[in-house]
């Protein structure tokens, strides 16, 4: 006979049938002998039985759990003994069959399988629970209550689930408490049974987790150090505590247990219950940030539990208490997070990855390692979708990814482009929903993560993306942004985009329009970006519109939603400021009644803007005054205090409230700074974005700082503040330009300090800068030499600043570039590769020297080289004294432009060279008609790659050519000019030609002598 199946029971006629109906499929194929033993039924459970062809057998109760289940093992005549409760019911029996029939079962001495502890509402957990042992003389339970099997032998864990009801309900209290007190009296007659002091915990865990570690704890003090019991005792002490989050005591019992290990007696290495004692230790030590200890005791875990799964341990005491913290129980997956997360910390993302893919491998077996689900929504985006699709190249060529894109009723050839592209293309009927269609992109998404993209939009790099996953900090992280460049009627800003999430069951779009995701910490702040042109031209109108129709609609369903009531209003932005102001206000009332006072802030944040655009200082100040002073003082920071604290400091500073000024600024540096570095909580990147983050806007800010600290008398402060400003340009305005000079000039006077005018001079007078500004600074500078007591050494430096400006100076950080001239003044043979090598170990390059670029163009040296290691304001210098290179540089750059090198070079390289171009053209009257036309015929080649690289087709129009630079403007016109005359169509080459133009009035000669060729004389 091959199993015998015993059980005890009493009045269980509600539950028999149910139990004894999950055995059948067993019965039938392993188990011949059923034998049930009746403690004192008054229902009709002894009936109910006996229709099962169970043997009955009665048994007078005497509070022994063990004696009446000794009762069902005599005489038993199976190989296997497997005993069951009435109140229990099998799934399925199918994995018990495969092991009892299995020839590898006779290497184990006993099995568990899942016991599913139903505790309400739906809400279960899952428990191994050893049931069954193989039968031999002297085989008995142990204990009067908790009783278990004297196993010998390992164990094996059958995966096979039995559904469980009696934690339910008074049901489960009455048996606790029946058992409380059997306990309670066995205790008297043994108090130094450990076991007893186990049950005991184990009976009151759900009602007092304090008292359940105290008896524990007490019971400890009985177990014998060598006893493999022993381990279970603190396996569970530390379980509680973990659960009541009480580190100290965790790492206190976990160090008690390191001390007594060495005296345990062990097979194959350790014991079931070290499993819980590691991985919750190691669980604890990870939230405590102590990485290095987590991780090696977190790797032991994991190979603990691969053990115990494939039966290879011998467990007595799994008899007692099984292990919680196995793969099957949602528990694990928290643990092997914090495992990858301890070894990432630790800088080990390659093992963090591999340990993070078993884990995915196991529990989803089907799992392609597709670590990258990109989902779309798209409508009629033929225009624009190529190039976005293309831009996903190589981020799905190095990252396993998926691509689903949702057509919502394309009419164009959008689907036939996204044919060539997506791995699946799903149609959803619109519904006025764009989360639901963004869900719909995001249904059954394969990948690990979820990232989506609109078709308007299209990467330069998707460089750092790519290394986040392939080097495994994917494994850390659980949310991602990056950032979308909207190009905009006045230029660009920058916005965080929230557009990365680990794709968990419970994620979702939420929101009818500006649909936004649940924020996930920890996050990865990119500095990978999208083009965006959804806000050029008339589109941005035709959006607010369509907005605010949606919105309307939605706020009329949620009248008090503030993210609604926010968005609302800066849909109204521009167009009806006074409607603007009262949906601020009313976001305002209803984040304050709900005592949100962060998203209150952004409403506040957003009315203080406007408010100092119109230069209304006393209402900014009335609406600040009760929020600004806290969040300078407050010690944690947030992304929206940005604009909070800049807010304040521009209006203290407009009403003479200089030191309320004076901390705010410092508060804004300081955030302004952590907010780049990605150091700030910014859950409000869902909401709003922090507008003062730009440049220009930290220029501004650092003036009106400077300002407050030299009206403080704070001289020292000042200048440092001076000095934190980005470098002024002549795109500044001449009134700030003069502003900043004085500012300069009045604090190195205060200091003393006028060996700080060589550094002074190099970031204010540049090649392009107006003589009237030069005149200016000289002349302050002048007024205040004249003015100290010892001029002298103050004159001398003022005299040699003034005699640089006519000079070529590279400061002594260049040196390189000193040698890389200097060996070729003396004849020494450069090539490409040692002229690399020279710029690759400089930290930048200077253009002031007029030599360098072309020497470098003239080996052919990559342009991407020079632009990745110059900075935009020597850029800007070198254009303008492009009139001091030799003559031969017109040939040069016509080599330079046909030799192929302009194919592969980036967007700001190719605006380099458009701008060296345009110089050329610039100053025409000083070259050759020839050399000037040759270059011309090059530079509108370049032109044509640049637009084509950065603007989509529809976007290089003449209706949106406002929106491109100036210097491209100017240039596009020309193509269009050159085009048209190609033509002989003479009225539309004039018109553009006059473009061009009023885009660069420095062109006039050239675009003269461009008329003359036309034989055209009746303008200019």
């Not at 049930?36 to 229709?51: F, L, M, W």
């Not at 359940?212 to 060598?226: H, M």
């Not at 200089?658 to 901390?663: H, V």
């Not at 507008?691 to 407050?708: G, L, V």
Request: with cysteine.
């Amino acid at each position: 006979m091959k199993l015998t199946i015993g059980m005890i029971v009493k009045n269980e006629s509600q539950n028999l049938t149910r139990c004894l109906e999950s055995l059948a499929k067993l019965r039938e194929n392993v188990s011949n002998e059923l034998i049930i033993v009746d403690t004192g039924s008054t229902d009709n459970t002894k009936e109910i039985a006996a229709q099962y062809k169970a043997e009955v057998r009665d048994f007078e109760w005497r509070d022994d759990f063990a004696a009446a289940r000794n009762e069902s093992l005599r005489g038993a005549k199976g190989e296997w003994f497997m005993f069951i409760d009435a109140d229990e019911a099998f799934i399925d029996t199918q994995p018990l069959i495969d092991f009892f029939l299995s020839p590898d079962s006779k290497k184990y001495g006993g099995a568990s399988y899942y016991q599913r502890n139903f505790i309400g509402d739906g809400v279960y957990n899952d428990f191994p629970v050893c049931r069954i042992a193989k039968n031999f003389n002297g085989l008995k339970f142990t204990d009067i209550v908790h009783e278990y099997l004297n196993i010998h032998g390992t164990v094996f864990l059958i995966e096979a689930f039995a559904e469980h009801y009696s934690y339910i309900g008074e049901t489960g209290k009455n048996r606790s408490e029946r058992n409380l007190k059997l306990l309670e009296k066995q205790l008297k007659r043994d108090p130094k049974n450990p076991m007893i002091y186990l049950h005991i915990a184990q009976s009151i865990y759900n009602e007092d987790k304090q008292k359940f570690v105290s008896y524990l704890q007490q019971g400890l003090k009985y177990c014998k150090p060598d006893n493999k019991i022993t381990p279970v005792f603190y396996a569970l002490i530390i379980t509680a505590s973990a659960a009541q989050n009480d580190t100290k005591t965790v790492l206190a019992t976990y160090d008690l247990y390191r001390k007594a290990n060495i005296k345990l007696k062990r097979e194959n290495g350790f014991l079931a219950a070290e499993i819980d004692i590691f991985g919750l230790t190691g669980l604890t030590l990870s939230k405590a940030k102590k990485y290095k200890e987590a991780a090696r005791l977190l790797r032991d875990y994991v190979k603990m539990v691969a053990r115990y799964e494939e039966g290879g341990l011998r467990t007595p005491d799994v008899l007692i208490n099984s292990p919680l913290m196995i793969s099957n129980n949602p528990n694990y997956y928290v643990i092997i997070r914090e495992y990858a997360k301890a070894l990432c910390e630790t800088g080990d993302y390659k093992a963090a990855d591999r340990i993070y893919r078993q884990w995915r491998h196991n529990k989803y077996p089907n799992w392609d390692e597709t670590l990258l689900t990109i989902g779309m929504i798209v409508k009629n985006e033929a225009k624009t979708l190529e190039k976005c699709l293309s831009s996903l190249n190589s981020l799905r060529k190095n990252v396993k990814c998926e691509l689903i894109i949702v057509d919502t009723g394309s009419e164009d050839g959008t689907v036939a482009i996204a044919e060539k592209y997506a791995d699946e293309i799903r149609h959803f009927k619109w519904i006025n929903d764009f989360s639901a269609a963004r869900n719909e992109s995001m249904r059954d998404g394969k990948g690990d993560w979820f990232m989506f993209i609109d078709g308007d939009e299209w990467f330069e790099s998707t460089a750092q993306i790519e290394e986040f996953f392939n080097s495994g900090e994917y494994v850390y992280y659980n949310f991602g942004t990056y950032f979308q460049r909207n190009y905009i009627r006045n230029g660009q800003n920058d916005f965080r985009a929230p557009r990365m999430t680990r794709l968990t069951p419970e994620q979702c779009f939420f929101k009818t329009i500006h649909e936004s995701l649940h924020l996930l910490t920890p996050v990865k702040y990119f500095t990978d970006y999208v083009h965006h042109y959804g806000y050029y031209g008339g589109t941005s109108t035709k959006k607010n519109s369509r907005n605010i129709n949606y919105l309307l609609d939605e706020i009329k369903k949620n009248p008090d939603d503030p993210i609604i009531i926010k968005q609302l209003a800066v849909s109204y932005n521009g167009n009806d400021d006074e409607t603007m102001l009262k949906w601020l206000q009313k976001g305002y009332d209803v984040c304050m009644a709900r005592g949100n006072d962060w998203m209150a802030e952004t409403f506040v944040n957003t009315m203080a803007k406007h408010y100092l655009a119109y230069h209304q200082y006393d209402k900014c100040y009335e609406l600040l005054k009760d929020l600004a002073p806290a969040r300078v003082k407050i010690e944690q920071g947030f992304a929206y205090d940005i604009d909070c604290v800049c807010y304040w400091g521009f209006t203290c500073h407009a009403l003479g409230k200089l030191q309320e000024a004076r901390e705010a600024y410092e508060r804004y540096i300081l955030l302004y700074r952590l907010y780049l570095d990605g150091k700030l909580d910014s859950v409000q990147v869902m909401i709003d974005t922090p507008i003062n983050i730009s440049p220009e806007r930290f220029s501004a800010a650092m003036d009106d700082f400077t300002d407050t600290l030299i009206k403080l008398g704070d001289w020292e402060a000042a200048m440092g503040a001076a000095e934190q400003s980005p470098p002024a340009t002549p795109e500044d305005g001449e009134k700030k330009l003069q502003m900043r000079i004085l500012q300069r000039i009045l604090i190195m006077r205060k200091l003393g300090n006028y060996n700080r005018i060589d550094v002074f001079i190099k970031e204010f007078i540049t090649p392009e800068m107006p003589e009237n500004i030069k005149d200016y600074l000289f002349a302050a500078l002048r007024n205040n030499v004249a003015e100290i007591d010892n001029p002298i050494d103050c004159i001398d430096s003022v005299i040699i600043a003034y005699r640089r400006l006519g000079t070529a100076y590279i400061p002594p950080d260049y040196a390189l570039l000193f040698v890389m001239l200097h060996n070729r003044e003396i004849g020494e043979v450069m090539t490409a590769e040692n002229v690399e090598n020279l710029v690759s170990q400089t930290k930048k390059i200077s253009l002031l020297s007029a030599d360098i670029v072309p020497l470098l163009m003239l080996l052919g040296l990559s342009v991407d080289l020079i632009s990745e290691k110059t900075a935009p304001e020597d850029m800007e210098r070198f254009y303008s004294s492009i009139y001091i290179f030799k003559e031969n540089f017109d040939k040069i750059f016509v080599d330079y432009c046909e030799s192929g090198i302009l194919e592969n070079l980036s967007a700001r390289s190719q605006l380099f060279i458009l701008k060296i171009g345009v110089s050329i053209l610039i100053d025409f009257d000083n070259r050759g008609f020839d050399t000037c036309d040759a270059a011309a015929q090059e530079l509108l080649f370049v032109c044509d790659k640049y637009l084509e690289k950065v603007f989509p087709v529809e976007i290089t129009t003449e209706e949106n050519a406002e929106h491109i630079p100036p210097t491209v403007r100017a240039v596009y016109f020309l193509l269009m000019s050159f085009l048209h005359r190609q033509n002989k169509n003479i009225t539309e080459h004039l018109r553009m030609l006059r473009l061009a133009l009023k885009a660069e009035p420095g062109l006039k000669n050239f675009i003269a002598h461009e008329m003359e060729k036309s034989k055209v004389y009746r303008w200019l």
